[in-house]
């Protein structure tokens, strides 16, 4: 039987009829309100995940744990988020496991961090800087209410100050207007032969940032966007894309440490 859902805990409402979601943290004595009505918390507190609820209005929900994914999109936004199409490929190309350590440049709302959080598990380490503090700080209350803070420490810095951490990192992410800034840093502290990935909106940012890698030592670089459409599955209509898609939301940029030829 699947774990109950506890007070403290996000869950997630999923309303089957237009497919809308609603998050918020489960808090004793509290009462969810919405346009489709509102149900107590103590309604949803010790039922099962997946278990269907009812508001006062009879519309039907169910009650989920929110995926790594949902909880990114929920986040209280204080700047533009890396949305989850783009955040599995970069984390994908950060290559990240458990226990290990990243840094990340350019905090904005927390939504990557909690992905980056995540991956590297409760023996890992995110290391996030930006440079300003009130973004760190709704940031923080975002990945608290994903259960996360033990896993993350944050700082302020500006872009092209030396990273405050201690030894070498497994990765290193940079979401920053002047992604170049942040490079020198980033070789100094990362692993030789691991992954720094990055996310910029504009063509001559990216041409910046690449120019930069090239520059600083960093090899196999690789640059692409991401698409994604929907698709409709209906048994009286059949099957046909959806007529909105996400489409451009940035650049994604990957690439690897060398060391100098002179080394090894």
């Known amino acids: 039987m699947a774990r109950p859902l506890e007070y403290g805990e996000q869950v997630l409402l999923w309303e089957p009829k237009r497919g809308r979601t609603f998050s918020f943290v489960l808090r004793e004595g509290e009462i969810f309100h919405s346009h489709k009505g509102s149900i107590p918390h103590g309604e949803i ?10 508001s006062s209005t009879g ?27 783009d955040a599995g490929w970069l ?16 905090t904005g709302s927390g939504a990557f961090t909690i992905l980056l959080a995540q991956l590297v598990g409760p ?3 995110v290391y996030t800087f930006d440079r300003r503090e009130d973004f760190l700080k709704n940031a923080m209350e975002n990945i608290a209410r994903a259960g996360l803070s033990e896993r993350v420490e944050a700082g302020v810095l500006e872009a092209g100050e030396p990273f ?4 070498e990192v497994d990765a290193v992410f940079i979401d920053l207007p002047e992604p170049w800034l942040a490079v020198p840093p980033a070789y100094s502290v990362l692993a030789a032969g691991r992954p720094l990935a990055g996310i910029v909106p504009t063509a001559e940012q990216l041409k910046g940032f690449v120019a930069a890698l090239e520059r600083e030592g960093f090899v196999a670089v690789e640059c692409v966007e991401m698409l994604e459409r929907r698709m409709l599955v209906r048994e009286r209509e059949g099957v046909r894309p959806a007529e909105r898609m996400v489409g451009f939301t940035g650049y994604l940029v990957a690439a690897r440490k060398a060391l100098g030829k002179e080394v090894g």
């Open 59 to 85: 519309t039907e929900f169910v009650a989920f744990r929110p995926r790594v994914g949902e909880r990114m999109m929920k986040v209280r936004r204080r700047t533009q988020i890396v949305y989850p199409k």
């Open 164 to 167: 405050p951490v201690e030894g």
């Open 45 to 54: 507190a010790g039922r099962p995940e997946g278990a269907w609820v009812v």
């Open 91 to 106: 984390a994908l190309a950060l290559d990240l496991r458990p226990g290990m350590r990243v840094v990340e440049i350019g």
């Open 123 to 125: 023996e890992g380490r």
